[in-house]
């Protein structure tokens, strides 16, 4: 099965997995860095992506996730195409005006069952192992 | 997207990532044919000069973290 390594990445000597994916909004495929992040149970994004690409992001599903300080943040779910490497497919992607991280984040839906994904820091790599045939 | 455009926006963040914390904490870049090309406080502010420019392919546009946001993430 195809794999796909990326580098970890250095802040001040610490090592972050962060990779960068492409994201389709409306017709246009995006470029973004997000942080691989086994603890979010979809990928979310700051809201200022889709409001930059024009995208109205408000349209989608709202919920409230919590997050790690026990508050809970609004999220705006879509259904939307990622790419990591050269493989394309839909997932749940969220957006929030209130993320409080600096980073976007690569969660586990669709992404999770889709590759088997191996932390490698000791080795300073990340890898995407896709797990077969998904349709 | 190419794959490639991709992969060359990673290798090259993994790259300068430091340098980037270093000189940029907390702001919004825009990453272009191996250099920053536009700085601001917002992804939105970002895009939209990104939109006027027309550039191609489409930029890397990162929000810089702190070491500190290590600490925060979900």
Redesign the interface.
């Known amino acids: 099965m195809p794999t796909h390594v990326?580098?970890?990445?250095?802040?001040?000597g610490?090592l972050?997995p962060?990779?960068?994916?492409?994201l389709k909004l409306q017709e246009?495929?995006?470029?973004?860095?997000t942080?691989v992040?086994s603890?979010?149970a979809y990928t979310?994004l700051?809201a200022?992506?889709a409001?930059?690409?024009g995208f109205n992001y408000r349209a989608g599903r709202r919920t409230s996730l919590q997050?790690?300080d026990g508050s809970f943040i609004p999220v705006y779910l879509h259904d939307l195409e990622l790419?990591i490497?050269?493989e394309r497919f839909l997932a749940k992607v969220g957006f929030s005006e209130r993320l409080?991280?600096?980073?976007?984040?690569l969660g586990r839906d669709t992404v999770f069952t889709r590759f088997k994904i191996c932390f490698q820091e000791h080795q300073r790599m990340l890898s995407f192992e896709s797990e077969g045939d998904h349709g | 997207?190419e794959?490639f455009?991709?992969?060359e926006?990673?290798?090259w963040?993994?790259d300068h990532?430091?340098e980037l914390?270093r000189r940029y904490p907390?702001k919004?870049v825009a990453i272009h044919e191996g250099q920053v090309v536009y700085t601001g406080d917002?992804?939105?502010?970002?895009?939209?000069w990104?939109?006027k420019t027309g550039l191609t392919?489409?930029?890397?546009?990162?929000?810089?973290?702190?070491?500190e946001?290590?600490d925060?993430?979900?």
């Open positions: 990326f580098r970890y990445k250095p802040i001040q610490r972050a962060i990779i960068t994916v492409g246009n495929w995006y470029p973004i860095g942080y992040d603890g979010a979310l700051h200022g992506i409001q930059g690409a997050v790690g790419q490497g050269p409080g991280v600096a980073f976007n984040l | 997207m794959a455009v991709l992969r926006y990673d290798e963040l993994a990532l430091e914390v907390s919004v917002s992804e939105a502010e970002v895009y939209q990104v939109a392919p489409m930029p890397l546009v990162f929000r810089i973290p702190r070491v946001d290590l925060s993430v979900l």
